[in-house]
């Protein structure tokens, strides 16, 4: 059974930068996909991030490319969330979460929260304008 606990965030002026982390626990093997996701106020959780078919491929939210770099550690026992250029539309509550990776075969299943079972108990990023 895999264990997340997600942390780093915190609260910036836009423009600013954070980083957030996710220790990663029981994923023998890389049998698990991680990413993050995040759900700002009153909307729905949406991906932001991610590995995904279990090749090491990544995945990004059009909203956040060229903002937002993904990484793992060489174990995976710990995955983050570079987070450069912030501005107030990134302010949400952010999560990582793990699937079996032959779920995340496509971008449409590794970008779904409907497709993970584990779930950090999340962070929360606040930009201010």
């Known amino acids: 059974q895999v264990e997340l606990a997600d942390s780093g965030g915190g609260s910036v002026p836009a423009g600013g930068s954070l980083s957030l982390s996710c220790a990663v626990s029981?994923?023998?093997?890389?049998?698990?996909?991680v990413g993050w996701f995040r759900q700002p106020p009153g909307k729905a959780r949406e991906g932001v991030a991610g590995?995904?078919?279990?090749?090491?491929?990544?995945h990004y939210a059009d909203s956040v490319k060229g903002r937002f770099t993904i990484s793992q550690d060489s174990a995976n026992h710990a995955l983050y969330l570079q987070m450069n250029s912030l501005i107030p539309e990134d302010t949400a509550m952010y999560y990582c979460?793990?699937?079996?990776?032959?779920?995340?075969?496509?971008?449409?299943?590794?970008?779904?929260?409907?497709?993970?079972?584990?779930w950090g108990q999340g962070t929360q990023v606040t930009i201010s304008s």
């Open positions: 979460a793990a699937a079996p990776c032959w779920m995340t075969l496509n971008t449409n299943a590794a970008r779904s929260p409907e497709t993970y079972n584990y």
């Open positions: 029981g994923n023998n093997d890389n049998y698990y996909c």
């Open positions: 590995f995904y078919r279990g090749d090491g491929s990544t």
